[in-house]
């Protein structure tokens, strides 16, 4: 960038000059390319830098800028605006995508990251309540009589019907129900389930 550049003045390149180059550029002429891009880098970097805010980042955005002015030199039109002006249009379109593009990311990240917490968290607040219930069902087990808390842990831990449940226990099946019965509301009262 410490070359005299070959157009007007040394150092500085005027419309007209810039006009010229970038009709050479859009021919492939690299030396054109070269003096485009000692006149226009340290303008692009500054726009670039400016919105990106990381200078590894602005270099990348400002390298890609001018491979595009490179590429796109044929679709330069003099009526439209100086060259710098449709440089630094460029340079700033392309800086605020690399914004947006790193901001959709982070969102995207963030939420990845909150849907898994959510999770994690909604399992160990499950496994907590799932376990403080389970000590309170064996707390009130505890409060049946014994016939009452063979006859519910038989028929709901192990699936008997009443038959069964009278069969194994070797008591007539109306007692069975009863118990059954008269358990489960002792349950009920003592788990705090309303009827």
């Given at each position: 960038m410490n070359r005299p550049l070959p157009f007007?003045?040394?150092g500085r390149t005027g419309r007209t000059d810039l006009d010229e180059v970038m009709r050479q550029v859009a021919h492939g002429d690299k030396q054109a390319f070269s003096t485009l891009y000692d006149a226009l880098a340290p303008l692009v970097f500054g726009i670039v830098i400016k919105v990106v805010r990381d200078r590894a980042q602005s270099e990348e955005v400002a390298q890609e800028v001018m491979i595009d002015l490179w590429r796109q030199a044929?679709?330069?039109?003099?009526?439209?605006g100086s060259v710098t002006t449709w440089a630094a249009t460029i340079a700033h379109r392309r800086a605020v995508d690399r914004v947006r593009s790193a901001q959709a990311a982070s969102d995207r990240e963030q939420a990845q990251a909150a849907r898994e917490h959510a999770?994690?968290?909604?399992?160990?607040?499950e496994q907590v309540e799932s376990r403080l219930e389970g000590e309170q069902v064996r707390r009130c087990?505890?409060?049946?009589t014994e016939i009452q808390r063979q006859a519910v842990t038989?028929?709901?831990y192990q699936g008997l019907t009443y038959r069964e449940v009278a069969?194994?226990?070797?008591?007539?099946l109306p007692t069975i129900k009863t118990r059954m019965r008269d358990g489960l509301i002792k349950l009920r009262d003592c788990m705090g389930v309303t009827a």
């Open positions: 007007g003045t040394p044929a679709r330069y039109r003099s009526e439209a999770t994690a968290f909604d399992e160990v607040v087990l505890r409060g049946l038989l028929a709901y069969e194994a226990l070797r008591a007539p």
